[in-house]
């Protein structure tokens, strides 16, 4: 059982940054691939970045490239730096875990329980 926790999300103005954490409870972290997610009020569960299990690898949203950061270090944790905010951005982040980088939510086995981006205009 893996449980996961982000935190780091807030209210922020369009065109700042935020970075958000994701800490991993397991000692077997370096077995999975992590991702971050998105749910905008209404809408479905987007893919934003997912990062290999050996950090060598990341991918991303087109909507994000560029603004968007995914990293991971050994402490079992995951981050997502967001530069350049837009408030098409504001939604939950959601963390998750698998064992595969993916697009598809649901390759991924567990999942946290998200930290709220507010970007204002």
């Known amino acids: 059982q893996v449980q996961l926790v982000e935190s780091g999300g807030g209210l922020v103005q369009a065109g700042d940054s935020l970075k958000l954490s994701c800490e991993a409870s397991?000692?077997?972290?370096?077995?999975?691939?992590m991702g971050w997610f998105r749910q905008a009020p209404g809408k479905g569960r987007d893919f934003v970045a997912t990062?290999?299990?050996?950090?060598?690898?990341t991918y991303y949203a087109d909507s994000v490239k560029g603004r968007f950061t995914i990293s991971r270090d050994d402490a079992k944790n995951t981050y997502l730096q967001m530069n350049r905010l837009k408030p098409e951005d504001t939604a939950v982040y959601y963390c998750?875990?698998?064992?595969?980088?993916?697009?598809?939510?649901?390759?991924?086995?567990?999942w946290g329980r998200g930290t709220q981006v507010t970007v204002s205009s």
């Open positions: 397991t000692r077997t972290f370096g077995s999975y691939a």
């Open positions: 990062i290999h299990r050996n950090g060598d690898s």
């Open positions: 998750a875990a698998g064992p595969f980088t993916d697009y598809d939510p649901s390759t991924y086995d567990y």
